[in-house]
């Protein structure tokens, strides 16, 4: 065994799973100048950094011996972003100490907190847990952190960017100083560094990720498609390479349920993973992709971190990430433990800049290609079957009978013929795509303008998003004051201090004309006003002087109206003087500017 000195338990472990030599990550946090320091580590997702950070405090958890007696305060805390890599991250330790006599206790959201407590009593050495449950359990007095001797936060950039900051801060600021602090993280952004600073002392940075490619095991490839044939990409992508598991993707819940229906209906084996299903539902899930029972899984950015499922070798971002860091999380659910793995992204044609450039960030080279055809599949479809046919089989009497008696009645050219429709007929119908040449591509283009929108004007509104501007509450406003449907609304573009809307041409000077007399017919002693706008945002509106020239509306009066919040969206039973504004809620708001206290 390939490893450094480490507790014999430990490395007995290590030799029941199959471990022969250490990777990157765990060869630095075994040698002599990383023992007993705390630590700053860069891994790449998939190098092994659970086993990193296990034998990393071993030395601080077992001493001279090689086991662990029965404690009454935890020893070490482990804090995971998401339930799911907490739950894997306490199986990982699990197996690892059991032979040293190791326990563990995990803390996640969505698990019985009863429950969790009797374990914590129970003189756990591990506690393993996400940052909002460890935190309510030290304010209930469960949870007791004086004696822990080391402290490792996983996927610690995560854990920052879902907005942990204050969970982190106190449950560090409630272990002892004598503690180390390892911390594991795929970037290194700067809130990081300055969580090292604040709690960690002489810390040695260890960086594993290769300059080069986000991640060497991964293939990379990028696929434009017209917006309209993304699920149908989708299908082809999932046919074409026929992974024994895949993930999908998604960037919203409603997205999700959208896709996995689509997919079902189609036939695939395919399960769900989001924020809006219990942690029985996504552990049900996973264990249907262990088992093979299920083949892809359409998951939101919950399922980025913490699976890890070792015959994944497909994931495709359906919906491109946000960034380049999500984009490197998500696709290193795939490519690990050495293993190679194949990473798409479908690019609408609008967005392939963006993309492009998110790669560059990343340092990822990919490959631009069309999305497969029905040819193509066929193809593959062919050669996957001859594989499999010619490898060897061992065959009873009773099927030797039968396909004697095949033979008697039919041709080996018609037998070939119906095994091959036969195994066909399990798989879902490729679907057809519009070529992707210049032509499909303007037409994309086109298609993005809804029609009866190609000759507008632009109104502006003295209303931005410092006065909680907000289209789910501007756009039923539009509407009452100017007598039109929500049909007749163009684009909304809201700015920090003004909003801008699209009017249909034809219908300009009726909305002008009822967005005043609404004014008066409210009886606002200060209007805000909503007038017509020359440039609008970003000079997007070009002609609109001309036009209004043309209509007779240039040096007319500035029309003035004011967004009665007291009326709108009545049917709603909104209250009076009060705007849905769901993320500052009914404090946080500031009034519309102009708008005089009642």
Request: hydrophobic fraction near 35%; glycine fraction near 8%.
């Amino acid at each position: 065994m390939n490893f450094p000195a480490i507790p014999p338990s430990l490395e007995a472990a290590l030799a029941e799973r199959g471990y022969a030599s250490a990777t990157p990550v765990q060869s630095e946090v075994m040698k002599p100048e990383a023992v007993g320091r705390d630590l700053v580590v860069s891994a790449q997702t998939g190098s092994g950094k659970t086993i990193a950070f296990g034998i990393a405090m071993a030395a601080d958890l077992l001493g001279d011996k090689d086991s662990l007696a029965f404690v009454e305060r935890p020893l070490a805390l482990v804090i995971a972003p998401t339930r799911e890599l907490a739950l894997q991250v306490s199986r990982e330790l699990d197996w690892l100490y059991r032979k040293a006599g190791g326990r563990i206790a995990t803390c996640v959201g969505g698990m019985n907190p009863q429950q969790e407590r009797k374990t914590l009593r129970s003189g756990p050495s591990i506690v393993v847990g996400t940052p909002g449950r460890l935190r309510d359990h030290l304010e209930r007095g469960a949870l007791d952190l004086s004696g822990l001797k080391a402290v490792v936060l996983d996927e610690a950039d995560e854990m920052l960017d879902m907005g942990f900051r204050e969970e982190l801060e106190e449950i560090l600021d409630a272990t002892p100083e004598t503690r180390r602090t390892l911390l594991f993280s795929a970037t290194m952004p700067r809130p990081i560094e300055a969580l090292a600073r604040r709690y960690q002392n002489d810390a040695l940075r260890i960086a594993t990720i290769s300059e080069g490619r986000g991640h060497g095991d991964i293939s990379y490839q990028a696929v434009t498609v017209s917006p309209p044939e993304i699920e149908n990409a989708v299908v082809n992508l999932l046919r074409y390479h026929e992974a024994e598991t895949a993930i999908l993707f998604c960037a919203t819940r409603e997205k999700v349920r959208h896709l996995h229906a689509t997919l079902q209906e189609r036939g695939f084996a395919v399960v769900a993973l989001s924020g809006e299903h219990s942690q029985s539902e996504r552990n049900q899930a996973l264990q249907a992709l262990r088992d093979r029972r299920a083949r892809v899984c359409v998951a939101t950015d919950v399922a980025a971190r913490g699976i890890d499922l070792p015959t994944l070798s497909l994931v495709v971002h359906v919906e491109i990430p946000r960034d380049a860091e999500t984009l490197q999380h998500r696709s290193g659910r795939t490519g690990r433990a050495g293993k190679k793995g194949t990473a798409v992204l479908i690019v609408p044609f609008s967005r392939r800049r963006r993309v492009e450039s998110m790669l560059r960030h990343a340092k990822i080279n990919a490959d631009w290609i069309d999305a497969p055809d029905r040819d193509a599949i066929k193809s593959r479809d062919r050669e996957r079957l001859l594989e499999k046919l010619l490898q060897p089989v061992e065959v009873d009497e009773g099927d030797t009978e039968l396909a004697e008696r095949l033979l008697a009645e039919r041709t080996p050219a018609q037998i070939a013929a119906m095994l091959v429709q036969a195994h066909r007929a399990t798989m879902p119908e490729p679907e057809d795509l519009i070529a992707n040449t210049p032509e499909a591509q303007r037409a994309a283009q086109k298609e993005r303008h809804r029609p009866g929108f190609d000759d507008t004007v632009w109104f502006r509104m003295e209303l931005g998003r410092r006065q909680n501007a907000d289209p789910r509450w501007i756009l039923p406003l539009i509407c009452r004051r100017g007598h039109i449907t929500r049909n007749e609304v163009g684009a909304i573009r809201i700015g920090p201090e003004e909003t801008y809307f699209q009017i249909p041409r034809p219908m300009a000077d009726k909305f002008a004309k009822a967005a005043a007399r609404s004014a008066v017919a409210d009886g606002d002693d200060d209007p805000v006003a909503i007038e017509l706008s020359e440039t609008g945002p970003r000079d997007a509106a070009k002609g609109n002087r001309k036009s209004l020239r043309r209509h007779g509306n240039a040096d007319g009066p500035r029309i003035k109206a004011k967004p009665s919040f007291k009326k709108f969206d009545k049917s709603k039973g909104k209250k009076s003087g009060k705007p849905d504004n769901p993320r500052k809620g009914a404090k946080g708001g500031r009034k519309p500017k102009g708008r005089k206290p009642s």
